[in-house]
């Protein structure tokens, strides 16, 4: 950042705006992405701006339902491509779960744009929706999707999920895991895994989470998955944003 300090207090979340703001500015991200990225920073404010052990926990089950899935995909909006691109084009390879561009506010032009700023970070195959497979039960742009992406997928990735496909997404029986700085959203609410913590900060954890689990056998994976309850962590975060509010 040119005329912000390194030792501002909120350097760090004002890196941040700026780097949506550059997406907004290359067409990756909408402007609605924008106001999305002002209520993750207001939850982030009350959680501490720390990753908490829920924020831990759901790493963990995260990473243990992407190596146990037959058929994962990673799913990106414009919000996720402008902040970790490189976290996501890494997780696809070690995972071998395609990246698929899926977005709420219909733009073919937005979804090229964020294909190729994905490619431009290492990406090799980016799935795009193909205008006719579609999700039942989705009202929105998000209903399109690719016949061999998210169409097929067991257990589906995605940061910044609203909460009408998620719904519809477990309704069709697929696993959802999600990074949402509220957990109070229907995503949140929804999902089957919920990482509550900004993905700047969850995707570098999963990544080292997916590496240390690789190394263990799919019998841990399963205990894992077994163990983790959704409400439970999303309990905690809660919590701590009411005690940060009586704070
Ligand atoms: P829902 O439809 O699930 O109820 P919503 O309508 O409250 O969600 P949206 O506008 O669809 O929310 O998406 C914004 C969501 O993304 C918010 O819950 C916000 O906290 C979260 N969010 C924004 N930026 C980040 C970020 N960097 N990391 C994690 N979560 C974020």
Do not use: K
């Amino acid at each position: 950042m040119s005329d912000v300090p390194e030792s501002h207090p909120r350097y760090e979340s004002l890196r941040l705006r700026e780097r949506i703001i550059a997406g907004v500015e290359a067409g990756v991200t909408s402007p609605h992405g924008l106001i999305a990225h002002g209520r993750g920073e207001a939850y982030d404010y009350l959680l501490g701006e720390v990753s908490g052990a829920w924020a831990d926990r759901a790493v963990e089950a995260t990473a243990a339902y992407l190596l146990r899935a037959q058929r994962p995909v990673l799913s990106v909006n414009g919000n996720a491509a402008a902040l970790v691109p490189d976290e996501l084009v890494r997780l696809s390879a070690a995972t071998g779960a395609p990246l698929e561009v899926n977005i709420f506010h219909t733009s073919s032009d937005r979804e090229a744009a964020i294909a190729r700023h994905l490619r431009a970070h290492g990406a090799g195959d980016v799935l795009l929706p193909d205008g006719v497979a579609a999700l039942e039960g989705i009202e929105s742009n998000r209903r399109f999707v690719h016949p061999r992406g998210i169409l097929r997928a067991d257990v589906i990735f995605v940061p910044l999920e609203d909460g009408d496909r998620c719904q519809a997404l477990r309704r069709l029986g697929r696993e959802v895991l999600t990074v949402d700085l509220n957990p109070l959203s229907r995503t949140a609410r929804a999902a089957t895994v919920t990482i509550v913590d900004n993905v700047i900060r969850a995707l570098p954890a999963l990544l080292e989470q997916i590496r240390q689990l690789q190394q263990q056998p799919p019998s841990h994976w399963q205990r894992i998955i077994e163990a983790f309850d959704n409400n439970s962590v999303l309990a905690q975060a809660e919590n701590r944003i009411r005690s940060a509010e009586e704070a």
